[in-house]
Each structure stands twice: as structure tokens, then as C-alpha cells.
């Protein structure tokens, strides 16, 4: 038998690596092997491990979006938590994800001071963004965690599903933010970001939410 080091992996952007009749014991070691600061995600599913590294679209579109999350939030004086890519995972279900960006709202309370997570007794995040430039998105694995609201960017469209019944089911407007249709609006602001930069992009979505918010009055 071969034995192959971690350190050995090149895995070029957009591209994948699948290992399998991985333990979660052997999956736990990989994670600490790995470390913290890389570029690369993973997923796991009962014994199969998937390490990819994304391309520059993927890492582009997702800080525009999760920072045009966070602006709506904070307009709306949402107090919020991002924990980016941190490994979320659960012995009991042999199942772990590393999103894209993910967000705490409406338990973030919970989590609130807490240097880690365990989703045995602390809840999952409240909604998780996926970026599929490359077709990652694993919402088995979302639902398993029981993460209740998933976004999808997938092309020009941001698709949103919800949990119902441990499975996804897309809905046409985000229960978090009901009534904004935020999908439909942030594409065109991320279209925007490449034209005239981010700074301008995000001035221009801070004060259609303003507008909005004076509207809905």
C-alpha cells in the first residue's frame, strides 16, 4: 500500500479530490493536519471526504455577497454573526461542512462570546451561502447539520431553500428577510461591483435599502 502525505496534494482551483473509507477519526486528523489557514474547503459524508480549492470567481462572489448581507443587516440593526468558513460538523450524523460564508441572526444571541461551536448541544448557523461556480453545493449535509436556510449562487441567480422535513425546498422569498427578495436584488448589485467597484456598489445597495425601509415606513 501507498501512503500518500497531505502536503503531496496540489489540487489546482476549481478543481476536486475525493477520498474515500475516510473514519471520522481519520477525518478529524486530516481537519488538524490541514490547519485553519488554507485555501481549500472540504466536506464530509459518512466516510467520504471531498477537498476542493476554488477559483477566484467563487472567492469574489462570495465576499461581495456576504458583505452585501451584512450591510442589510446592519441597516436594519440586526445584530448578526459571521463565521465565514468555519468547519461545521457532527460526530452523530458523520457529516461536516465548510460554507462558503454563514450567518447567525436570529440565534446569534446563542452563540454569542463562544470561542467554539458544537452542534450536539449549540445551534447550527441560520443561514448558509454556497458559491457553485464549480457545483459543490452538498445540501444533504446542510440539512443533516439542520442548518434552516440555505443560499445557492449558481450563474447570475441566488437560489433560496429552506428546511422543511429534513429536506430542502426552494422558496421564492427568504423568511429571513421576508418581503425584500434580496435573490433577485443582490445579483444585480454583485453584477454592479465589477463595473464601478466595490465601494461605489455598496453605497448605492445602502441607500436602495434606505429608500426601501423609508417606503415600508
Known amino acids: ?13 476549481g478543481q476536486r479530490v475525493l477520498l474515500h473509507n475516510v473514519t471520522w477519526h481519520e477525518f478529524e486528523s486530516i481537519l488538524e493536519e490541514l490547519g485553519e489557514h488554507r485555501g ?13 480549492a476554488p ?51 436570529q440565534h446569534e444571541l446563542a452563540v454569542r462570546g463562544k470561542k467554539s461551536l458544537d452542534l450536539s448541544i449549540d445551534p447550527p448557523p441560520d443561514l448558509a451561502l454556497e458559491i457553485d461556480v464549480t457545483s459543490r453545493t452538498h445540501p444533504e449535509t446542510y440539512a443533516a447539520l439542520g442548518i434552516p436556510e440555505l443560499w445557492r449562487r449558481e450563474g447570475n441567480r441566488i437560489q433560496i431553500y429552506v428546511l422543511q422535513s429534513d429536506q430542502y425546498v426552494e422558496v421564492t422569498d427568504s423568511p429571513t428577510f421576508p418581503g425584500w427578495h434580496l435573490h433577485t436584488v ?3 448589485y454583485v453584477e454592479q461591483s465589477r463595473e464601478i467597484g466595490r465601494n461605489k456598489t455598496m453605497r448605492a445597495f445602502r441607500a436602495w435599502v434606505r429608500e426601501k425601509m423609508s417606503q415600508k415606513g
Open 40 to 52: 481549500t474547503r472540504i466536506a464530509y459524508d459518512n466516510g467520504t471526504l471531498e477537498i476542493m
Open 1 to 13: 500500500m501507498v501512503t500518500l502525505q497531505l502536503q503531496q496534494l496540489d489540487i489546482p482551483p
Open 55 to 105: 477559483l477566484l470567481e467563487h472567492e469574489s462572489d462570495k465576499e461581495i455577497i456576504g458583505d452585501l448581507l451584512k450591510a442589510f443587516l446592519e441597516e436594519q440593526e440586526l445584530e448578526f454573526l459571521t463565521l465565514g468558513s468555519t468547519t461545521f460538523k457532527n460526530p452523530q450524523t458523520l457529516k461536516g461542512i465548510e460554507p462558503d460564508q454563514c450567518f447567525y441572526i
Open 186 to 188: 443582490i445579483p444585480t
